[in-house]
């Protein structure tokens, strides 16, 4: 929760691409015997194959998804999504086969792999725009195999046309090093005075600076706040970033902050990070204090344990196993 949102959607992406407990294919309904064993072929080596072809592609621009998969082709970044089509097919194993001749070629299924990839993945975490229409009638490459003849589409994924890689999209595929989140044009003007009120001079606060204003401030009006320590030192431990709020502080108001805000801010920020939680640990009661004063300076006990108040032992938690088989070569035992 202390990573910035486009970090977490990047660790987010990485994980994914070396998932192997789910196949994105399988979203294609229609396609029947997915479910064959050891058919299908490992999935962080085609998710692999697609990140590389998106690689060659501009950013912030929208390019055509067919040429997208011809590109793949002719640059050779190939996969293979069954190790046997024949085993996948429409309505019925036989006669529905993909592996006839004409049939599970590219664009019946790696081209529908990607498809998926990109919408379903891709798209909902904001590493690409789509452009994408119904798709029924979209496409017709498929029409031609046994056991089509009635179906309107062979996934709901044939209606995407176009992608668009976006500046987020960019950073989480490793295309780019960075990632500047950019701020919305808004026509919201703030006053900030030094007794640490903020107050709407002109415009309108959008429910997301509500949010970010309560989240540093308390609600004074519909249209004040007074900048509140409680809130400040909660934002502070969830990691929020108190640069990012001074920025929308000082864009809003088209100055720079008094003085006395930004000691208030500074103080938050260094207040709110005092302690840091290190490890779990375990709290023991020692009988007397005589046997907590033994144990406290035993000298293989002196890196595994802490004494505090009269009678107690505090063990990390990553020590225990070695602090438990201590106490018994010393002939003490615990409960």
């Known amino acids: 929760m202390r990573q910035s949102p486009h970090d977490v959607i990047?660790?987010?992406?990485?994980?994914?691409?070396?998932n192997t407990s789910f196949d994105e294919f399988s979203r294609?309904?229609?396609?029947?015997?997915?479910?064959?064993?050891?058919?299908?072929?490992?999935?962080?080596?085609?998710?692999?194959?697609?990140?590389?072809?998106?690689?060659?592609?501009?950013?912030?621009?929208?390019?055509?998804?067919?040429?997208?998969?011809?590109?793949?082709?002719?640059?050779?970044?190939?996969?293979?999504?069954s190790h046997d089509p024949s085993k996948l097919y429409l309505c019925e194993a036989r006669y529905g086969s993909f592996g006839y001749d004409g049939y599970g070629g590219w664009n019946t299924l790696q081209f529908r792999y990607i498809l998926?990839?990109?919408?379903?993945?891709?798209?909902t975490l904001g590493l690409i725009d789509i452009a994408y229409v119904h798709p029924d009638g979209a496409r017709d490459d498929f029409r031609g195999q046994w056991g089509a003849e009635d179906m309107k589409w062979l996934s709901r994924y044939d209606g995407l046309r176009a992608i668009r890689i976006t500046h987020l999209g960019a950073y989480c595929l490793g295309f780019a090093?960075?990632?500047?989140?950019?701020r919305s044009n808004s026509s919201l003007e703030l006053a900030v005075f030094p007794n640490l009120s903020i107050a709407v001079v002109s415009g309108q606060a959008t429910a997301a600076d509500?949010?970010?204003?309560?989240?540093?401030?308390?609600p004074m009006t519909d249209l004040s706040w007074r900048l509140n320590y409680e809130r400040a030192i909660r934002a502070v431990e969830r990691g929020r970033s108190t640069q990012d709020f001074v920025d929308f502080l000082e864009t809003s108001s088209g100055q720079p902050l008094p003085p006395e805000v930004e000691d208030f801010l500074s103080t938050c920020e260094s207040n709110g990070?005092?302690?840091?939680?290190?490890?779990?640990a375990l709290v023991?009661?020692?009988?007397?204090?005589?046997t907590t004063e033994r144990l406290a300076s035993e000298r293989e006990l002196a890196?595994?344990?802490?004494?505090?108040?009269?009678?107690?032992?505090?063990?990390p938690a990553e020590h225990e196993a070695k602090f438990r088989k201590v106490i018994r070569e010393i002939g003490l035992g615990i409960f």
Request: glycine share 4%; proline share 4%; with cysteine.
């Open 10 to 18: 990047r660790s987010l992406w990485n994980k994914w691409l070396s």
């Open 28 to 81: 294609i309904n229609d396609i029947k015997g997915q479910s064959t064993k050891k058919n299908m072929t490992a999935k962080p080596p085609r998710r692999s194959a697609v990140v590389a072809g998106l690689g060659d592609c501009p950013v912030g621009k929208w390019f055509d998804i067919d040429v997208f998969s011809n590109h793949m082709v002719a640059t050779d970044c190939q996969f293979e999504v």
């Open 116 to 123: 998926v990839l990109l919408f379903e993945y891709a798209a």
């Open 177 to 182: 090093a960075e990632y500047k989140p950019s």
């Open 210 to 218: 509500h949010l970010l204003l309560e989240t540093w401030a308390e």
């Open 273 to 280: 990070k005092a302690l840091q939680r290190k490890t779990d």
């Open 284 to 290: 023991f009661d020692c009988r007397d204090a005589e």
């Open 303 to 315: 890196n595994l344990c802490f004494r505090i108040g009269r009678s107690r032992l505090v063990v």
